[in-house]
């Protein structure tokens, strides 16, 4: 590797494949991490942050590297390299992804989890982690063509603090973009093609406003499809629009709105169901119902039996490669709290707990409060009225968002 290649790498930050350490110490569990999933390097020399420090690598400390590989079972093979950058020394250790899963050090595997090293000693959950390592998951399968939406590799350059010039093949390499053969894989359609549901049909929103409800009557039907974070921030715009906001108003400070189902839960909800859906199902796509007493979010793909038996503590992400670029992009949390974040969110505003349907596709159902349709929208309109008496209808339309027959 070059000198250009590993300060892309340092700008790109960690990631699935990528670890800093700013001295030599705890190498060999990333190591056998690196085995247990794509492969991966770590950089010797570069704290957490992406500054580089250096690292002066002894050679007792290389005969530690060398002990200690030794000890991870099966046998795995990595190569050892050195550069210098400002003058200052980086060790690149280079992993590459084992062929005889899973792999252990010290008796205990270690797995890489998006941009972190985790233990794994339950037998049911190393079984289930292997199972689904051994097969191609479908986010890594190759695809003929990438046609890159410009704004959504901004949007993902200006979100995760990278360098504005660095050209976006580059920006896609880095953060494991393409397979091996050069083709690119299909979380790169899904995250950043202009349009990827002309390669995947499925890998749609579908939003739906039902009239009461049982679902008898469709008053609206929105299909959004782009890449993935348009989708989300299309869909979150259209329920917004079909939900009821009130204002809380205190002396002179700016109004405070107070949405029927917080905003924070039906985040948690849409993301849940775009990192962690299947997209290899071509006979449905994720759908968004609202009714007047719910919203539903349905995830097209199965639970596996273990997460299923552990829900809300244990995590396992069906698309580990969108899941880190939402990570990246902040707006994704750890493995594993969306669903706790859920309860809380709904909790604090006094709302039923969401309800999560395992059995066939995953369904998370966020109810709305009660009164809802009628109560929170006079008191919006009474509130505007108290600050302005003289406020004119089409000043009133234009605050609340609302048609001059609602109103």
């Not at 199965?302 to 670029?325: H, M, Q, T, Y």
Request: proline share 4%; with cysteine.
């Amino acid at each position: 590797m070059n000198i250009e290649q590993v300060q892309a790498i340092i700008n790109n930050g960690e990631g699935p494949q990528t670890e800093f350490k700013a001295t030599f110490r705890s190498l060999i569990e990333e190591v056998c991490a690196f085995s247990n999933a794509e492969g991966g390097l770590i950089l010797i020399g570069v704290s957490d942050d992406g500054t580089i420090i250096g690292s002066l690598l002894s050679n007792a400390e290389k005969s530690a590297l060398a002990d200690g590989m030794e000890a991870i079972t099966p046998k795995v093979e990595a190569n050892l390299s050195n550069i210098t950058i400002d003058g200052k020394s980086i060790w690149i250790i280079e992993v590459p992804e084992g062929d005889k899963k899973p792999y252990a050090f010290g008796g205990v595997i270690f797995v890489r989890k998006g941009a972190n090293c985790q233990k794994i000693q339950d037998i049911d959950t190393m079984r289930m982690l292997f199972q689904q390592n051994r097969r191609v998951m479908f986010e890594d399968t190759p695809c003929p063509t990438l046609d890159v939406d410009k704004q959504a590799i901004t949007e993902f350059i200006a979100s995760c603090g990278l360098s504005n010039g660095t050209p976006d093949f580059q920006v896609l390499s880095s953060i494991g973009a393409f397979c091996s053969s050069g083709k690119p894989k299909a979380a790169a359609v899904l995250f950043f093609d202009c349009a990827p549901e002309a390669q995947f049909v499925q890998s749609v929103i579908r939003c739906i406003l039902y009239k009461g409800t049982q679902g008898s009557t469709i008053l609206d039907n929105k299909t959004f499809g782009g890449p993935l974070l348009q989708q989300y921030c299309k869909s979150s715009q259209w329920i917004q629009e079909k939900l009821n906001v009130r204002y809380e108003m205190d002396g002179l400070a700016p109004r405070k709105e107070i949405w029927e189902i917080p905003l924070e839960a039906i985040k948690e909800a849409l993301l849940n169901a775009i990192c962690h859906r299947d997209y290899s199902t071509c006979e449905m796509s994720i759908t968004v119902s609202v009714f007047d007493d719910r919203i539903e979010i349905i995830n097209p793909g199965l639970l596996s039996p273990v997460v299923a038996d552990n829900f809300g503590r244990l995590s396992w992400e069906r698309n580990p490669l969108i899941f880190n670029w939402f990570c990246r992009m902040h707006l994704v949390e750890q493995v594993g709290s969306g669903i706790r974040r859920m309860r809380e969110f709904m909790k604090e505003r006094g709302l039923p707990e969401p309800l999560f349907e395992t059995s066939g596709f995953f369904c998370i159902t966020l109810f709305r409060g009660k009164g809802s349709q009628s109560s929170m929208l006079d008191t919006s309109i009474l509130e505007e009225l108290r600050k302005k008496p003289e406020i004119r209808y089409d000043e009133l339309e234009q605050n609340l968002s609302i048609s001059s027959a609602t109103l």
